[in-house]
């Protein structure tokens, strides 16, 4: 990859997905697709969100690489390579968590018709897909293709992928801890 920032960051994605696969892979499906309150999502709905975004952000990159150009006009500014979190930012502000939009929900379909290692799968292909679209773009380059995107500041591709890990991690966390919350109402 040329872009030694977006290695990074699709290394910490990897690094995030290894920790807590573990855990994700020894819930049943009655587990994964548990609500624990109605209208929260179950741990299956905040995984199959991640691979949701992964998609959407795979899909903006292919219509912002048009931008190549624009990008290499651009490329002797520095450009930024990290991000901060816009989804604890949010929280800070509203006293709440950000809501997705209704493209990023997961569909009442899927509950119970996908497992875990289903969904990880296709985390790991969109994963491939996406460092197969990037890894050929120059970090100055990369550094200057602008996603319209006002929520998160306007990222650059780099502070999209550095935003997309920080995304995981989030929903991780969250997982995490209904795994922890739900863990003595079917063990017992």
């Known amino acids: 990859m040329k872009s030694n920032s977006m290695m990074k960051h699709f290394h910490t994605l990897q690094e995030q997905r290894a920790h807590y696969m573990p855990s994700i892979h020894a819930l049943s499906q009655k587990e994964l697709w548990y609500r624990s309150e109605e209208g929260k999502w179950s741990i299956g709905e905040h995984f199959y969100h991640l691979y949701l975004i992964l998609r959407m952000l795979k899909t903006a990159t292919k219509c912002s690489l048009l931008l190549i150009p624009y990008a290499k006009m651009r490329r002797n500014k520095p450009p930024a390579t990290e991000i901060h979190d816009i989804y604890e930012e949010y929280k800070h502000k509203k006293g709440k968590g950000m809501k997705a939009p209704g493209i990023l929900v997961p569909s009442q379909k899927i509950q119970y018709s996908l497992n875990s290692k289903d969904i990880e799968q296709f985390l790991i292909n969109d994963t491939m897909a996406m460092k197969s679209l990037v890894e050929g773009i120059e970090e100055d380059i990369a550094g200057h293709i602008i996603f319209p995107d006002p929520i998160a500041h306007y990222p650059n ?5 550095h935003l997309l ?5 989030h929903h991780f966390d969250i997982i995490e801890r209904l795994i922890g919350a739900n863990h003595f109402m079917f063990r017992s």
Do not use: N, T
Request: proline share 0%; hydrophobic share 60%; charged share 20%.
């Open 157 to 161: 591709l780099i502070q999209a992928i």
């Open 165 to 169: 890990a920080i995304h995981e991690r």
